[in-house]
Each structure stands twice: as structure tokens, then as C-alpha cells.
């Protein structure tokens, strides 16, 4: 099995989940006392914020490409950046190394296709639901229609996002904005909906929608997990 690298931090909430699940899905695979061979460097999410509302993108690369290098430092041999928004600067850790990169959009669309899906709509910040970054690999590679909440909606479902999710905080209440905005998606069509964001999975399972949903850090780890064992 080779080494999983993880950037994390981004919120700390969502990347257990991904420590979680990249053990749970080994132990699926292998069986036995089987777990996941990975490193993990964690930045401080305050210092991520700050850059991301400055409009500072370029501050956040420089942050990723670092992560990156300590982590081949450490002996990885795939890079998982941990959350979906700052794949917006992708970029800079490709540059930053020769290790083979899975982009959480591309373990995203490749699952949906496994799923049959075709029209899907995408919940998220406003980042990854508004700039192409994400959606453009979803339509262009993948062939999917995308499609994305209302003005009021993106921005109700943003402000839940950094103003609790991220802080720890899932209440009753934001879940059930959530959910009311995916019924609205379904009825404009989507067949399935993307968790763009990788606390949303936390707020709102799978199993306490009908609709299908796409839990982003599930696939994107368990894509990184089947890399590693084959």
C-alpha cells in the first residue's frame, strides 16, 4: 500500500471524517487488521478564512504548495487536499511536486457517472458554487449539467457554512434549510445532489434525505485509498 497525504485543517470537523473514512474503507478492502498508511499536515483554518474573504488566493497557494512539500517530505505518494473551496488553488500544488494529485471534482464527477447520474445540483460556498473552478471539470470532463442554488439560497447556504459549520456548530435549524434548498434543486430536476462542501455531510446524512447525494469526502478519500492499495 502506498502512502496517503493529506492537506487538512480546512475545517478540522470534515478532515477526521477523511482520517475516518480512509481507515474504514481500507479495513473494507483488505479485511484483517488492515488500516490506512497516510501523513497528514493541518493548517490553522482562522489564517485560511482570513486570506479567502481578503480575496488573497494567491497567499492560500503558497500555503497549500508548502503543506504539499512537507508532506512528500514525509513520504507520500498521492496529495488529497481536504476540503473542496481551495481547490481553487489546485494549481499551485501541482506545480509544487511531481506526486500525483486527485482533485476532489474529478473523484466527484467520476462517481457520479458510476451513479448513472446526469443533471446534479451542486451545494457549496459561494466560491465553489459560483467560479468555474470546480463546475467547469463536472460539465467539461464529465459531460454532467450542473446546476446551483438561487442568489438568496447560495448565500444562505454559505453563511451557514462559515458562520457554523465550520465552527463546529450543526443545528436543527441550518439542516433544515439545507434540505429545503436540495428539494428545491430536485424539483428543478437534479437527479442527485453534491455536498460541495465537506462538513455538509455531517449536517446532513444520506439517510434523512430521499434524493441521492454525493458525499465529496467520501469519494474523494476513497478514490485516493483505491490509488494507493492498487
Given amino acids: 500500500m502506498k502512502t496517503v497525504g493529506l492537506i487538512g485543517g480546512m475545517s478540522w470537523e470534515s478532515s477526521k471524517m477523511y482520517y475516518q473514512y480512509a481507515n474504514e474503507y481500507v479495513k473494507h478492502r483488505l479485511g484483517g487488521s488492515h488500516s490506512c498508511k497516510c501523513v497528514m499536515v493541518s493548517v490553522d483554518f482562522a489564517e485560511i478564512e482570513k486570506y479567502t474573504f481578503a480575496g488573497q488566493w494567491d497567499k492560500i497557494g503558497e500555503m497549500m504548495a508548502k503543506c504539499t512539500r512537507q508532506l512528500e517530505a514525509a513520504g507520500a505518494d498521492i496529495i488529497v487536499l481536504c476540503t473542496n473551496t481551495i481547490h481553487l488553488v489546485s494549481d499551485y500544488i501541482e506545480k509544487s511536486t511531481d506526486l500525483p494529485f486527485l482533485h476532489i471534482a474529478e473523484a466527484t464527477g467520476k462517481s457520479i457517472k458510476d451513479k448513472g447520474l446526469q443533471k446534479v445540483g451542486l451545494i457549496g460556498t459561494k466560491f465553489t458554487m459560483e467560479k468555474d473552478f470546480y463546475t467547469s471539470i463536472l460539465s467539461e470532463r464529465f459531460g454532467l449539467d450542473v446546476i446551483i442554488p438561487s442568489k438568496d439560497d447560495r448565500q444562505a447556504i454559505h453563511d451557514i457554512i462559515y458562520n457554523e459549520l465550520v465552527k463546529s456548530q450543526f443545528t436543527e435549524v441550518a439542516k433544515i434549510k439545507c434540505m429545503s434548498i436540495m428539494e428545491s434543486l430536485a424539483s428543478q430536476g437534479a437527479q442527485g445532489i453534491i455536498m460541495g462542501c465537506t462538513e455538509l455531510p455531517i449536517l446532513v446524512p444520506d439517510s434523512d ?22
Fill in 209 to 230: 434525505v430521499d434524493i441521492v447525494t454525493i458525499d465529496t469526502t467520501k469519494v474523494h478519500i476513497q478514490q485516493a485509498v483505491d490509488w494507493a492499495i492498487q
